[in-house]
């Protein structure tokens, strides 16, 4: 759809001359020489092979068996660019059925990336034209093809290659539909059923409910709330809770508009349950993802040493030393480990100790908490133990593997991440990765991930394998001993090369969480002691913009201590204080006339903002629980609202799950929007949502200026707003089963 509108809109815009003639007005400066090719093939160079200039187009034979998109490129440098300034990137290009990645970046390392595009290539020669804003000032950018990455070798040929600087920037408009915005999935028949109405007028106006069949059911009029900071429209809410009667295709009308159709019904929680937890077992590494479980979905197993995976089976660490000594302990190890399995963080191939840790401990805490049996459809289903559990446990063996064995330096630290040495690109099977796998330094913060987790698992396994649980109360002791003899190791945000930083340099929260685990599966006095004396304890844990995150894990112990039984002193004042949190959420949603529990210092929405909404709302049906009120479970109930369409652009965040819903999420293997053969993700997996700083060049070419809510685009290179995340479907699938339940 994307595609199509690009070519259209280059159609539109673009007379097909030569570059050099396209000066339009004065302030227009063309950055590239030769751009149609008339004065021969220079300065543009390959990387290897010749550019045959024909017809007046230059043609490329493209080489098979690359594996980076970056492999083979045509390109030119020496390009100026001026930070703020706008420019069009235009060029006609040929070549069925390929996918170029067309940038403007660095010419030299780190090779940054200003600006991408991966138009689909036809056999035809067809117009395509973007407009971006450059970040940077520079006189050595380069243009480039990247046209690597197929099995088979073809011909690219390009003519009319033009950036040209000084042009009016391009203002996106995204499609938002209907102004009357509701939860496009369904209202629970006994929840709260509220919707929001984008509308000039300032005084109440009438709406209604119609039923399937148009009838109105009931109606009622609007409340008028002024302009809503996180989307800067004036808005009016529309409440019609008292509205109970099961069905599908219900709508909304206000202000001669129609909202997407609706279920006011809870079938489809119970599905989303299944989905949101569905969504791991195509995470995994180490193991083939089975098309009769996942019909679509079948992939060979990732990173298990086989060819051009250098695989998981023996990864050495790090081999640099890491840029700040006195950060994080740098450098090689005297021993490599077998860290296969777990799950793929995200859209990149890297595993990560302390996102698992934050994945593990929500999707347990869920079935802690709702005893969750839904069916998964995984390789162990009917082995008597639950799916959920042995999901969980896919994840939990990779983390205990990444402790470092008795007998060396650190010996019971974990390493903090293991992941390629350097970033590869889209589309990228994970069996296809041919990088070089390393084990980055020990942290203080992933131990203390791992000895929550492992702590957990051990109270949650004991009834189903007790040798496992043994095994890892073992490892959860070990860990939390080496963590309080190096309790300042801390990753560094310099380490985000071939995946992400994780960078965590406040760790007494973690120190609190993991104490509380194992104190809550223990019982023991040192525990206790330590936990009680923790700073944290008595902190107000639930003042942050997200209640926790894979960073902030004081209120995972807080929730735990408040729920779960046990005999330590002042459990009152525990539970007190999560209520107390929860009113907070509560009183942030009561403002927000979108429904949802999150108000970020200055508007400026975090990344994955959507995990920290519903991490919020996790807080506030923990304060259901502890309550009985049902103004925290109406207030966790409309929380999902937001994620599945009661907002500014009018779209579900979930796939699958919604009229209009995230489908080109940033993944190196659901890469349909590059490669039609590959799938989208699967139904039941949640986009990162709004970020307010936009940090790839993508969304800052289609969003520079966003209002917070209005900082997301459903594009496969949005990595800053649109990837896809364990810790992100962990808090979907906690919520998922709340709302089912
Ligand atoms: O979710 C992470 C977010 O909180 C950080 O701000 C961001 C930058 O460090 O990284 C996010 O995590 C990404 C990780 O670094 C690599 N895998 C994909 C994750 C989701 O985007």
Redesign the pocket.
Known sequence: MIRTAVVLAATLLLVPVSAKAQAANADDVEQIVNGGFDNGVAPWWASSGAITVAGGQACVDVPGGTVNKWDFSIGQNDIDLVAGENYRYSFTATGAGHVVRAIVGGSAAPYDTYFEASPGLTADAEPYAYTFTSAVTTGQAQVAFQLGGSPDPWTFCVDDASLLGGVPPEVYVPDTGPRVRVNQVGYLPDGPKKATLVTDATTALPWQLRNAAGKVVKSGRSTPRGVDVSSGQNVHSIDFSGYRVRGAGYTLVADGETSRPFDVDTAAYRQLRTDALKFFYTQRSGIEIREDLRPGYARPAGHVDVAPNLGDGAVPCQAVPLPKPGLSVGGACDYTLDVTGGWY????H?K?VV?GGISVWQVLSAYERFGVKSELAIPESGNGTPDVLDEVRWELDFLLKMQVPAGHAYAGMAHHKIHDAAWTGLPLLPHLDPQQRELHPVSTAATLNLAATAAQAARVYRRFDPAFAAKALAAARTAFTAARANPALYAPESD?IG?????DSKVDDDFYWAAAELYLTTGERSYQDFLLASPQHTADVFTGAGAF???STAAAGRLDLAVLPSKLPGRAQIRDSVVRGAAHYLAIQRDQPYGVPYAPANNAW???SNSAVLNNAQVLATAYDLTGRAAFRDAALETMDYVLGRNALNQSYVTGYGEVSSQNQ?SRWYAHELDATLPHPPNGSLA?GANSSI?DPYAQSKLTGCVAQFCYIDDIQS??TN?L?I??NSALAWMAAFSAS
């Open positions: 963080d995200a859209g990149d890297g990560y996102n985000g995946g992400g930083a994780y960078n995150d894979w960073a975090d990344w994955g940033h990162g940090q990595w800053s990837e995340t810790n992100w």
